[in-house]
């Protein structure tokens, strides 16, 4: 395929479907299911067995919330941010405990200002004046809450570039205890930090360039290094850069409204990237922890690679106008086509490919739907992604609004699978650029 202009309207697609009634009911059942789960002091003990994640547990469920569409003054945000803020709100530097607690504070108050203001999320090239007026109309506590949380993920990034759950500072080696190929860090971790980080960066909070420096170079290692050889398909995010999609989007719009969008549209066909030297793909993945021959942790799974590419492409943005970003582009977008090639190869809806229990179903969707927005896909190949998961999550939400869980295992209760599913159905990822036309076209006076 020697044009790409397919991907114009990706987003459009990707971002702005058509309310659907199923969907839409499925939301509001999944969001009464989960403010009934809500303590009176307004947190979410979605994980009863484990604890220590009682804080991650009640932003994960405030996420998932404003996401899926719950009022802005609701008194699930209201309660639910007071008790995070009786946790984390007195001390200048809080300790949060662990990676998933610090990562989803972050997502929860930037979905929650992005609800409060639509405009939030819609202005991202640079920093304006509409943008830091949008952020700022969040509660001050809100937005300390927000840089308190991103300034321990960065204090505790590890060395090599990635993350563990918490015992294991910048300032201490790491300390496997049962894993003897255990080197430090692992892709989930990983993911969540850093994908936490580039929302925050995207409404305007500095983050220092080496933290996601680092995180790509630990990636692009842990890559697993062999995989079949793939039939090569577009990819905007990596087929071009980030700058030139947005000018391109900046382009579409002025010629939109002078001409019209047939106009727009035959711009950007004319336009369209071509396609980059000849270059063999291979399905590559990643897997929780790496590159190490036996093992179930070292075993690539599509939740593991859709997560990876997430971060990898948020890395990706942060970084090109950078020299480290100049000296290793064809590096990273190889990385991130055979991620996708891998994806595209063992796409499948019914359960986590490569994974033997359906514990991490539908965290699997979730991520699945988080690499393929940020990366401006409508199809991994000739696969449709964006139906096939809906339908697969709708058809599996019980009669309470909730979705299931893996009797077989307890690390993932139905509670915290239904915020994964609001998740996934509410396309709670921002796309990096948004090439939407309207569906008809303004009649001329």
């Not at 395929?1 to 990707?14: H, N």
């Amino acid at each position: 395929m020697r044009v790409v202009a397919a991907f114009v309207l990706v987003a459009g697609v990707v971002a702005a479907d058509k309310p659907n009634k199923r969907l839409e009911e499925a939301l509001k059942r999944g969001r009464e299911y989960l403010k009934k789960l809500q303590a009176p002091d307004g947190s979410f003990n979605l994980m009863p067995k484990t604890p220590i994640y009682k804080e991650g547990c009640t932003a994960l469920a405030l996420w998932a919330l404003a996401a899926a569409g719950e009022p802005p003054n609701s008194p699930a945000f209201v309660n639910g941010f007071k008790y995070l803020l009786s946790r984390f709100g007195t001390e200048r530097y809080p300790d949060f405990g662990y990676t998933y607690n610090a990562a989803c504070i972050i997502e929860a108050v930037v979905a929650y200002a992005a609800r409060a203001n639509p405009q939030l999320m819609q202005k991202h090239e640079r920093i304006n004046r509409r943008l830091l007026l949008a952020w700022r109309a969040l509660p001050d506590d809100y937005q300390f809450l927000a840089r308190k949380a991103a300034r321990w993920l960065v204090d505790t990034q590890l060395p090599n570039g990635a993350w563990t759950y918490t015992s294991e500072r910048r300032d201490e080696p790491p300390s496997p205890k049962r894993d003897p190929n255990f080197v430090g860090g692992d892709a989930s971790n990983t993911e969540y930090a850093i994908c936490a980080l580039y929302t925050l960066a995207r409404v305007g909070v500095p983050v220092p360039n080496a933290v996601f420096q680092k995180t790509a170079e630990w990636l692009m290692e842990r890559q697993c290094r062999r995989g079949a050889r793939a039939k090569r398909f577009p990819i905007p995010l990596a087929d071009t850069t980030y700058r030139t999609l947005r000018k391109r989007e900046h382009r579409m719009w002025q010629v939109y409204e002078k001409k019209g969008r047939a106009s727009a549209l035959k711009l950007l066909a004319e336009q369209s990237v071509p396609p980059p030297p000849k270059v063999t793909v291979r399905a590559r993945g990643w897997a929780y922890r790496g590159l190490a021959r036996h093992g179930s942790l070292h075993r690539p799974t599509g939740s593991n690679t859709a997560g990876a590419l997430a971060a990898l492409i948020g890395c990706k943005i942060r970084l090109e106008e950078t020299d480290w970003f100049r000296k290793n582009k064809k590096k990273i977008n190889k990385a991130i086509r055979d991620g996708f090639a891998f994806l595209a190869r063992n796409l499948r809806f019914s359960s986590d490919p490569f994974r033997r229990s359906r514990e991490y179903h539908i965290h699997w969707l979730f991520s699945l739907q988080r690499a393929c927005r940020l990366a401006l896909l409508e199809k991994l190949s000739t696969k449709e992604w964006l139906k096939p998961l809906i339908r697969q999550l709708l058809r599996l939400q019980r009669k309470d609004g909730s979705w299931y869980e893996d009797r077989k295992s307890t690390r993932i209760p139905a509670a915290v699978n239904t915020c994964f599913a609001l998740l996934a159905l509410s396309r709670a990822t921002y796309p990096p650029v948004i090439l939407k036309l309207p569906l008809k076209q303004k009649q001329k006076k």
